[in-house]
């Protein structure tokens, strides 16, 4: 043993312990060696075949295998954990117990003041009032993690009770979220949302002529300037004469691109007699509260950013590894603000194509209820969050396809279709590349 300068333990010194730890040593059980049940009444032994030269013969069984210590009993496991403090008392020691010249045991009183004092402590924490005490402290500590653990589950049935999209089934949880996934959701909904409620009273919206497209209606408050009443309706039956809405949020230059890219290809389309409008539909844009609390997470996240960036090192490889993770988890974080933020689409009909550049778009619209949601899947790195249940999600390359299909996302809700690009620019590649 190396225990610095205790570990000049004679061997007479073990000597007489060997029959008492011999009670506690691993039994031998029938068997070979790589089970450690006992023989069922009246079964034989399992035999090894011996392969020779021309013919296969019988060899006697192994030897009986002798049990690992992870394998002991309960009780041998309690008596062995018992005997543990002994033991050490016994090794620290710095004389320990040993024999003098007539060959008589010395007292315990030959021992040193710190083997005394552990033994001491040994003994103390054997006593049965000691053992009551923790273990009623431990049935204590038990009924409080118990009652923790039935508050987080009642709060989190509450909290996802009433959802439009069945989460479980589509990340093929049938049990459930981890209980951390439901600490988080209810601590994120709590401090980001600041415990906001579902969103089922409608926006009122208006619309207006768009500044940058010529032809493009763009969504907005009602009551904004120079704005008029929504003349969106019902979508009629014919393809042609169907308004669109193009969906997006105004969080950094890439949404608001692909959503452009995306209008002029439905203008395009629109152009034909009865056609309907096309509508740019910002959440930001809409002056709201829930406009507000998507700013408000935005918000948060370019200050965890630039914050991670300007300390570098570990903290932003941790924000890295955060915001890559994209688990099952930051699906439900998105899916539960977009149950919050869905009063923003509320106000459209139901059967109006959503084409949406964000995720959360289209996790609001499905919660909303819209029949037709095509997600732009914008992201190349396969994660949860930017896929849409109930949706159409339209990727762009072949091996984000793959990877969406090998993490479960049903094949009948992917589709490749390539990049985003505005119309005029592919209609002028060929000229461009002359």
Known sequence: LALGPYSKI??????????ALRLFSPRSYPGTSRSYHRSAPGRRSPRRVRRTSG???????PAPARRPLTHLGSCEATATIMIIPVVLALLLGRYALTRDDDGAWLSVAALDEDARRLASLASAALSPAVLVGVAVAAAAIGALALAAVRAINAAYDALVGSNTVDLDAFLKQPRGAPLADKVKLLFGHRVGMGGAPRGEEPVPLAETASTFMQGLRVTVRQGAPNSG???LTTAKPTRSSKPIVVGTIRMGFGHHRIA???CSWALSAGNGAGAGMTYFHDLLGIESKEADLIKGQDKLYSKGSRLASELGGPIESMWGAITMSGG???LRGVYQVAETVKSLLLELPRDTPIVATH???ALAAVAAGFENVINLVIDNHAQWFVVAPGALNLVQGPTNLANLLKMGVPAEQLKLVGHWIPKDLVENIPADCA
């Open 229 to 231: 009443p929504l003349a």
């Open 359 to 361: 995720s959360l778009v």
């Open 55 to 61: 013919s296969v013969s019988r060899a006697s069984p």
């Open 10 to 19: 004679p061997a007479e010194t073990a000597r007489p312990f060997i029959p």
């Open 260 to 262: 452009y890219a995306a």
């Open 328 to 330: 099952p988890f930051s």
